[in-house]
């Protein structure tokens, strides 16, 4: 009888060991899977700023010469809107 007691219990315990490790290499391939993404992340954020660097001094120029444009396009607009008024017979 202590013979068989004794596989049982080697069987169970072999069993939770293994259920344990499977979940064990789980977690590890999750982590490892969201390090690789924010590797690549990190990488892209870092792209972005390289990319953009040369727009701070140019962002005021920028927006001076759109500030500019307001007038001109809001006439364009009342100009298109009259237009449009005019195709569809209102006054």
Do not use: C, Q, W
Not at 14 to 19: A, G, K, Q, W
């Amino acid at each position: 009888m202590i013979p068989i007691l004794a596989f049982a219990t080697l069987a169970v315990v072999l069993i939770i060991v293994l259920v344990v490790a499977y979940h064990l290499i789980g977690i590890y391939v999750a982590l490892k899977r969201g390090a690789d993404h924010l590797e690549s992340l990190a990488g892209g954020l870092v792209a972005i700023r390289d990319n953009t660097a040369p727009l701070n001094g140019k962002v005021d120029e920028i927006n001076t010469g759109l500030a500019g444009l307001v007038e001109p396009l809001l006439t364009t607009n009342r100009n298109l809107g009259a237009i449009v008024k005019v195709a569809e017979g209102r006054s």
